[in-house]
């Protein structure tokens, strides 16, 4: 079992900055592939970027290249995403997930075994 805690979402402007962070506790963090999501109100959760357990490969969906930038520290059980360039379209509930390391980076809801309960983002125009 792996237990996931998102934090530091909240109200932004256009242009801004956020920096989510997500702690796992529970089993051996380092061993798991990780990914952020988001759903926006009447929407489908989407994947928005995804990093192996090593940290050395990263993989975005289009939409947020060169603005978002996934990262974590296994030292601190602890996955992140900073976002810059915040816009309108971010705003979504932005979720963690785990899996284990499966020899590929995974794009898909249901390949995650483990959630957080999410955190808000909200962009202002």
């Known amino acids: 079992q792996v237990q996931l805690v998102e934090s530091g979402g909240g109200l932004a402007q256009t242009g801004g900055s956020l920096r989510l962070s997500c702690a796992a506790s529970?089993?051996?963090?380092?061993?798991?592939?990780m990914g952020w999501f988001r759903q926006a109100a009447g929407k489908e959760r989407e994947f928005v970027a995804g990093?192996?357990?090593?940290?050395?490969?990263?993989t975005y969906v289009d939409s947020v290249k060169g603005r978002f930038t996934i990262s974590r520290d296994n030292t601190k059980n602890t996955l992140y995403l900073q976002i810059n360039s915040l816009k309108p379209e971010d705003t979504a509930v932005y979720y963690c997930?785990?899996?284990?390391?499966?020899?590929?980076?995974?794009?898909?809801?249901?390949?995650?075994?483990?959630w957080g309960q999410g955190t808000q983002v909200t962009v202002s125009s």
């Open positions: 997930a785990a899996a284990p390391w499966r020899g590929r980076l995974l794009l898909a809801v249901g390949e995650y075994d483990y």
């Open positions: 529970g089993r051996t963090f380092s061993s798991y592939d």
């Open positions: 990093i192996n357990w090593t940290g050395g490969r990263t």
